[in-house]
């Protein structure tokens, strides 16, 4: 690849990650040089043949280890880097740690990844990974059409609710209201990019647990049918080309929610059925105790107006997750 082609170099958290591992592989494929951070495995060294196999990273690809932990870790990943990409975030939905020190670790590892990115003096922009979580659960979303991103979740709100997964809700809504005042405070350019469950191939070698809760009727798992009841999914390849989106557009400002597709269980079942009749699914019988949630729409309109074409529907993700499931031996 010729230098006329090389866009510079960028740092993505999390890169061992589902999303992490699609936004390094697209990078390199954009012509960046890219640095990314894992986490190491303490048992065994994780086996990162994934992303170093990948098209363009013996020349362009550098894999350095880092830990939310130690937040300071990341500074050398980040040296000399124009763009920090942060997706790197522990998804604890078990809730196997309790929510304070798992708020400590995400917070102070982002503060500790924003510090770095002020001291290194190159970087330009940071995109940080959040998730609609942080927007959709107040007491006034209610009365609304559609969320944008004028609206935040009230952390003891959604406390009250004991939701699946709210631990992890609240810190990802702490973290990002502490990220973009730390950036205020600092003249750091950081820019929230907000996306609902991500679905589609995955080069990780594992399931990903959102991958896993949209294949749930493909793959039996009936404690995630009620996480199906109403909901919103976008393609892995829309998030990370949402994320260089805002990267490379001068004008990009603030949140921004990533969502392409609202659908309920009774309508993706109903999808499945006609698009994959090979694989048996769950008689409809079995939603019947499912609790109905009512949400409203999530707007994308801010991301599309920026200039931003979502790109794959539903069968694009099917289509991609069921490939990389047979790929990992679980269809």
């Given at each position: 690849m010729g230098e006329e082609n090389n866009k510079g170099k960028v740092c993505v958290t999390g890169g061992?990650?589902?999303?992490?591992?699609?936004?390094?592989?697209?990078?390199?494929?954009?012509?960046?040089?890219?640095?990314?951070?894992?986490?190491m495995h303490p048992e065994k060294e994780r086996d990162i043949n994934y992303?170093?196999?990948?098209e363009g990273a013996s020349e362009r690809l550098a894999v350095f280890e880092a830990d939310l932990d130690r937040p300071a870790s990341f500074a050398a990943a980040i040296e000399g880097c124009a763009g920090v990409f942060h997706t790197a975030h522990p998804l604890d939905l078990e809730e196997r740690e309790a929510e304070q020190v798992k708020i400590e670790r995400v917070v102070n590892g982002a503060v500790g990844i924003l510090q770095a990115c002020v001291d290194a003096k190159t970087v330009k922009r940071v995109v940080y990974c959040s998730s609609v979580a942080t927007a959709v659960f107040n007491e006034k979303v209610g009365g609304l059409d559609a969320i944008d991103e004028s609206s935040w979740t009230d952390v003891e709100f959604l406390r009250s609710l004991g939701v699946f997964g709210g631990p992890y809700m609240v810190t990802k809504t702490l973290a990002e209201k502490m990220v973009l005042d730390f950036a205020e405070r600092n003249g750091l350019d950081v820019v929230a990019l907000l996306p609902t469950w991500i679905h589609g191939?995955?080069?990780?070698?594992?399931?990903?647990?959102?991958?896993?809760?949209?294949m749930s009727l493909i793959l039996g798992k009936k404690e995630c049918y009620q996480r199906l009841v109403r909901t919103s999914v976008v393609h892995v390849d829309d998030v990370v080309r949402a994320h260089i989106h805002l990267f490379e557009n001068p004008q990009a400002k603030g949140r921004y929610i990533c969502s392409n597709v609202d659908i309920t269980i009774d309508k993706l079942h109903e999808f499945l059925s006609a698009k994959?009749?090979?694989?048996e699914l769950p008689s409809t019988d079995e939603f019947e105790d499912l609790i109905r949630l009512t949400f409203p729409k999530l707007s994308s309109q801010k991301l599309v107006e920026s200039g931003f074409n979502f790109e794959n529907g539903l069968q694009q993700m099917f289509d991609?997750?069921?490939?990389?499931?047979?790929?990992?031996?679980?269809?």
């Open positions: 061992s990650g589902f999303v992490g591992s699609w936004m390094v592989k697209r990078l390199l494929q954009h012509g960046y040089y890219v640095n990314t951070t894992i986490r992303l170093r196999n990948l191939p995955f080069i990780c070698p594992y399931l990903p647990d959102s991958v896993s809760i949209f994959y009749p090979e694989y991609g997750a069921i490939k990389s499931c047979k790929h990992i031996g679980l269809l």
